[in-house]
């Protein structure tokens, strides 16, 4: 009896122990999510993923999978916190052709390729208000140059590159008289126009130079992403707005039960470009490029651009039928399917490029516009996604046969199998959600592991901030059969596209310093003994240095009311992490940030007299707080003698 | 029998610490092996202890006539890299260099030149210093053929 009661207990004690741990395994849902998000004190990311800043037009840099933020490029922005956009040396990155725009809205961040692979050598980022593509240098996290695209009314479908980063394209959001001028709105049908850009990427130094221009029919052009594999040679754009309406877009652009992608074969127009069949003409844009040795942009205006005229050009440019105002337009890693996102249309058209080029060897056309052949829709399509969400727009691939589309109105991704179309998985997403990025999703290689939601709007997710609330991003887990949301995190300004890679590939080519050996700006103080100060006529040069914990030199007297006092501040440090600060009371500029080897200039204009104190504005030492000097200011008319120490 | 052993071991102990607590006043015939046993108990080799961490690890011929063409080098390089920290002859933001060829080895004035952070983590010396300055010296990017010129100049400032 004993025996049996002790073996009774020994059962019940057994299975509570394995009852306890199944109540645990239960709870391991939201452990394991943290667990893979988890990124220990001291550890680093697996990948960083480069995120548009929207609206603030810088680049975010963020790890996956912590979702922690690293840093804000500044790009098409000034920023007064580090002087870009505000000093001497970087003014010239913001100019354009109708003046310096300070300001713009960064969209879609694509990392260079080579044979249709992420590199790790730039990042591309378009400016969509004033039309601009920057460069950003991937070693310094910098942004190296910019240029401007004349003949668009704002660029959107842009910098998407070819495969091995031959060019980045950009086509016009909003068609415009080309070239501009003066005319009534209501003439749209007659004298707007929408043009796609070609620019060269020289493959050495990354410089981007406009090749061409193609005149295309004045439709808003929306998205675009080149070939890859056998479809190498193409680049796609989608385009709404078929109907050329100019007015209450909104129910004017969307009668037409299909509108079109534009297949361009840009191997050609290098052709037709070669052979002379382009016109010059004339348009102002500005090439801005900044020198890293002499620490100095360069600003080149340019007078004309190559233009084709697809009448001029057969075999350019085709138009495939797309339902309906298709948004995002994305090729599968096999550069075989190319995946329209029909904004309002109830499936996924999904082209295939092996058709495609049957069709226009077949000349299977119902028509064409302007010169461009429309291809049959049933010759060119491969299949529809069915019951793929509402409002679907963007596709990126996981590189195991599936395709992740985001749905803006249903606000969800919708997971779905290539060739058989079918929908496999799907998964709420907080809320509206714009792109969405795979770590190399829009290449012949993605790293499948995660997708990330990149979402609108946020409402009741986070603590509450007033009416303004945060965009955000959502880590979802896709190497299961289910995807699995990991973790959401807040955004800078608004995170229209974004791109990731592996850390490792960055990590090794990764700037620490800017060498002194190399500086070549013209204001550089090499050492300490040269720091001076020196008038000439109203300009007044302080040629400094910067240490820890000091400034050469720090008291500066006979400055004048009225002076242009330029501040060449030169950071002696030579070892990582060591950035110094720069700012003057009063200073209507900005203060400087300027990292170890770097010069930078910031101008100041005292309009009263009095002691101006200057201090270091990084900590930076033990006795950051005494990195400080005096400035003098004296009457215009004063004779105070220029002195300094 | 067990307590006798502990008092024995506490004893023991303690005149092994007292040892190495380190009476640098006695000059002897192990004066040698006594220097060994601080640089041990300071987790450095002899020779680390002498000539400080880094790369240098080995005593270098360096000949005792200053060669004039590398010091002239040398002072190029100082006054790029070093001389915003360091004066010859006052405090700076760092010591005062005239005499430091007479107070340091050659070996420890290019590793602290060439691996300056491990060094005032590591050697006594140099965090005594980093207490009195209180601003870490960091690594000015220069080789150790730079580093070699730069101690001929000081060298060659020695008075």
Known sequence: MKIKIIFALAITVFSSAILYNCSQSNNLGSDDAAKKVYVAPGDKDEFYAFMSGGFSGHVSVYGLPSGRLFKVINVFAQSPE???????????????????????????????????????????????????????????????????????????????????????????????????????????????KGSISFIKVDPKSGKLNLAFQILVPGFNYDLAHAGKGPSKDWCFFTSYNSEQANSLLEINASQ?????????????????????????????????????????????????????????????????????????????????????????????PVHSFSKMIAAIDKKDFIGNIDGIPIIKYESVIAGEVQDPGLGPLHTEFDGKGYAYTSAFISSEIVKWKLGTWEVVDRIPTYYSIGHLMIPGGDSKNPWGKYVIALNKITKDRYLPTGPE???????????????????????????????????????????????????????????????????????????????????????????????????????????????????????????????????????????????????????????????????????TSSNVALKFN | MKNKSVVLFVLFTLIVTACGGGEEKKESASSESFKAKVAAKLGLTEFEFENGVGPIKEKLNIPAEIDKKMAAEGLKIFESKCMSCHKLDEKYTGPALRDVTKRRTNEYIMNMILNPEEMTKRHPEARKLLGIHATQMTFQNVTQEDTRKLLEYLRSESK
């Open chain 1, 82 to 192: 580090t002087g870009y956009g505000y000093s001497e040396e970087s003014k010239g990155m913001l100019q354009t052709s109708l003046g310096f725009i300070p300001w713009d809205d960064a969209h879609h961040p694509e990392l260079s390729q080579t044979d249709g692979v992420p590199d790790g050598r730039w990042l591309f980022i378009n400016a969509n208000n004033t039309p601009r593509i920057a460069r950003l240098n991937l070693s310094s996290f910098e942004t190296e140059e910019i240029i401007e695209i004349p003949n668009s009314g704002g660029n959107h479908g842009s910098p998407f590159v070819t495969e091995n980063t031959e060019y980045c394209v950009a086509s016009t959001r909003f068609s415009v008289p080309i070239p501009n001028r003066d005319v009534e709105i209501s003439s749209y049908k007659e004298n707007f």
């Open chain 1, 256 to 348: 037409n039960d299909k509108d079109f992608v534009a297949a361009i074969n840009w191997k050609a127009a290098e052709k037709f470009v070669a052979e002379g069949k382009g016109k010059s003409m004339p348009a102002e844009y500005f090439s801005n490029y900044f020198d890293e040795e002499k620490q100095q942009s360069v600003s080149n205006k340019k007078t004309s651009v190559i233009v084709l005229n697809p009448k001029d050009c057969p075999g350019l440019i085709y138009y495939l039928p797309t339902p309906k105002s298709p948004h995002g337009v994305d090729v599968d890693p096999s550069g075989e399917y190319i995946v329209a996102g029909g904004k309002l249309a109830t499936v996924i």
């Open chain 1, 469 to 635: 609330l945060t965009q955000s991003a959502q880590l979802i887990d896709i190497t299961g059969d289910k995807m699995k949301l990991l973790l959401d995190f807040p955004t800078i300004g608004e995170p229209h596209y974004a791109q990731a890679i592996p850390a490792e590939i960055l990590i090794k080519n990764n700037k620490r310093i800017y060498e002194l050996e190399k500086n070549k700006n013209s204001n550089a103080v090499l050492s300490e003994k040269n720091a001076r100060v020196e008038r000439k006529g109203k300009d007044v040069h302080v040629y400094m240095t910067a240490t820890r914990s000091h400034f050469k030199p720090d008291n500066i007297e006979g400055i004048k009311v009225g002076d242009n006092v330029y501040f060449h501040i030169t950071n002696l440090e030579q070892d990582w992490d060591i950035p110094h600060g720069f700012a003057v009371k009063g200073l209507r500029n900005s203060e400087l940030l300027i990292m170890p080897g770097q010069t930078k200039t910031i101008l100041w204009k005292p309009e009263q007299v009095g002691i101006f104190p200057f201090y270091c504005s990084d900590f930076c030492s033990a006795l950051h707080q005494e990195m400080s000097g005096y400035a003098r200011v004296s009457q």
